[in-house]
């Protein structure tokens, strides 16, 4: 079975501080890596990728991949309460017609004023 | 990143009646998924779409129950037929752009069986 685990939360953080969110899977043959932000009642939308290890900033967000590992973070920096949603992680494994992304159940982030 | 329109955006169904959700989107992609979306669970893919042949289902979906048209690279249908109770969830439309891997997702369909 092949899994993506993260800690379903709450993750409660102060209105300014770093949020960091952490992903763990099992499949080595991943080679893609997706951070979603879900509000309640909408659909996920995509926040960051990262392919290489290393990390990969954008804005206040920053991604981290260790493949030796199998972890993959989310950083958020100067957290707004805007930042209050489930954020998904996601792991792509190339199949014959593309990638396939398996989901983890989400980690619930709560930014407070 | 491509815009996609789902339809309908909700709905309340009878036990053993079908609905049929609809995914459209603006530019041809190479690739379209159907997902569920559980109460309080992440998102579990159904199948992959594929544009003039028979959808790939994963394990504990089946045609019979989730049958998946795609007639061209902008449209595909995804049926939940003899509804119960436990078909009711969130279903979402997925696309990733030609030569992409990222995946964008419609606003879904949350669909309650009564």
């Known amino acids: 079975q092949k899994e993506v685990e993260q800690n379903s939360g709450p993750l409660s953080v102060p209105e300014g501080a770093i949020a960091s969110l952490n992903c763990t899977y099992s499949?080595?043959?991943?080679?893609?890596f997706f951070w979603y932000r879900q509000y309640s009642g909408k659909s996920p939308e995509l926040i960051m990728f990262?392919?290489?290890?290393g990390d990969k900033e954008d804005g206040r967000f920053t991604a981290q991949l260790n493949k030796a590992s199998q972890y993959v973070s989310l950083l958020i920096r100067d957290s707004q309460p805007s930042d209050s949603a489930t954020y998904l992680c996601?792991?792509?494994?190339?199949?014959?017609?593309?990638?396939?992304?398996?989901f983890g159940t989400g980690t619930q982030l709560k930014v407070e004023l | 990143s491509a815009v996609i329109s789902q339809k309908p955006s909700r709905d309340i169904c009878q036990r053993g009646t079908s609905l049929t959700i609809q995914c459209q989107v603006d530019?041809?992609?190479?690739?379209m998924f159907w997902y569920r979306q559980q109460p309080g669970q992440s998102l579990t893919l159904i199948a992959t779409?594929?544009?003039?042949?028979?959808?790939?289902?994963e394990s504990g979906f089946v045609i019979d129950k989730f049958p998946i048209s795609r007639p061209n690279l902008t449209f595909s249908t995804l049926t939940v037929s003899n509804m119960s109770p436990e078909d009711s969830s969130i279903y979402l439309c997925?696309?990733?752009?030609?030569?992409?891997?990222?995946?964008?997702f419609g606003q879904g369909t949350r669909l309650t069986v009564v």
């Open positions: 997925s696309v990733r752009d030609r030569g992409g891997t990222e995946a964008f």
């Open positions: 499949d080595r043959g991943s080679q893609s």
């Open positions: 990262i392919y290489s290890n």
């Open positions: 996601a792991v792509g494994v190339p199949t014959g017609g593309g990638n396939k992304l398996t």
């Open positions: 530019s041809q992609v190479t690739m």
């Open positions: 779409a594929n544009q003039g042949s028979e959808a790939t289902y």
